[in-house]
């Protein structure tokens, strides 16, 4: 049941933010890879205020999937890295809580391009 | 004509997009996707996996799975009915990083691949980190547990 509930969480919030995304691209002239720069700094920003937080602990995946949630890991990283080691968590801290996501996409997209032949032109 | 009035003239009759029916999509493919990520984050934590592990595993395998679908093709003809439902979630930040760098292996593997990988990924990251390091600054100048 608990289960069931965190998904039903996780489901409304990411849904949510998709939706806002589909709304900014419809109503506006953002490209995609311009609504993918705005979530993280807008997820950056929303943590650094004290906001993201609490949303991550309510949805779960929810929250951090979407790519509000990597700004999310960016921000609580250099908190993390401060708290542990000072101010020079400000230039380490970011891309270490990052690190995985980064590492995943590019050894993927590395390995994947090889593999695969490339799209046809269509 | 002008160029006002040829704008005027394209923008009436260009397809209208529709879009309560491109929300409801991306409401119920964005939400999926994170509904699915929930439920893996369930598995990895019922296989017992620490919670801060499973919160990068989680992502991760994610990225994998879009990777994989980005490379048998079969990713755009789902983003093309999902908009920001796939766009948003980190799919498409994986998609965004596997697609080019497939499109460009062709050009060379340092020149090609290497530069276009990060077409989108480097601007992501770029904004993100600029965004960290001025959130450490301000925390670090308001003494850590102050205001923010």
């Known amino acids: 049941m608990t289960l069931l509930l965190s998904l039903l969480k996780a489901f409304a919030v990411g849904g949510l933010l998709c939706v806002i995304a589909q709304l900014l691209i419809d109503k506006t002239a953002l490209t995609p890879a311009r609504i993918l720069v705005s979530y993280v700094v807008a997820g950056v920003l929303l943590t650094a205020v004290g906001l993201y937080g609490p949303l991550v602990d309510f949805a779960g995946c929810g929250a951090t999937t979407p790519l509000t949630g990597f700004g999310y890991c960016l921000a609580e990283g250099v908190k993390k890295a401060i708290a542990e080691k000072g101010p020079i968590g400000i230039l380490t801290g970011g891309l270490s809580g990052t690190a995985g996501g980064i590492t995943a996409a590019l050894t993927a997209g590395w390995l994947i391009a090889m593999i695969f032949p490339a799209k046809p032109k269509k | 004509m002008n160029k006002r009035t040829y704008k005027d003239?394209?923008?009436?009759?260009?397809?209208?997009?529709?879009?309560?029916?491109?929300?409801?999509?991306?409401?119920?493919?964005?939400?999926?996707?994170?509904?699915?990520?929930?439920?893996?984050?369930?598995?990895?934590?019922?296989?017992?996996?620490?919670?801060?592990?499973?919160?990068?595993?989680?992502?991760?395998?994610?990225?994998?799975?879009?990777?994989?679908?980005?490379?048998?093709?079969?990713?755009?003809?789902?983003?093309?009915?999902?908009?920001?439902?796939?766009?948003?979630?980190?799919?498409?930040?994986?998609?965004?990083?596997?697609?080019?760098?497939?499109?460009?292996?062709?050009?060379?593997?340092?020149?090609?691949?290497?530069?276009?990988?990060?077409?989108?990924?480097?601007?992501?990251?770029?904004?993100?980190?600029?965004?960290?390091?001025?959130?450490?600054?301000?925390y670090c100048l308001c003494g850590a547990g102050g205001a923010i």
Request: with cysteine; aromatic share 8%; glycine share 12%.
């Open chain 2, 9 to 138: 003239y394209a923008s009436a009759r260009a397809a209208k997009s529709d879009t309560p029916k491109n929300c409801l999509f991306a409401f119920l493919v964005g939400g999926g996707i994170c509904a699915f990520a929930e439920a893996i984050k369930a598995g990895y934590l019922a296989l017992g996996t620490e919670k801060e592990t499973a919160a990068i595993l989680v992502p991760c395998t994610l990225i994998l799975l879009t990777a994989i679908l980005t490379g048998l093709d079969l990713f755009d003809g789902i983003a093309k009915h999902a908009g920001a439902g796939t766009l948003v979630p980190i799919t498409g930040f994986a998609n965004a990083v596997v697609s080019p760098a497939m499109d460009s292996r062709k050009e060379g593997l340092v020149p090609g691949l290497g530069v276009r990988i990060f077409s989108v990924a480097g601007p992501v990251i770029l904004y993100g980190t600029l965004a960290s390091v001025l959130y450490g600054t301000v």
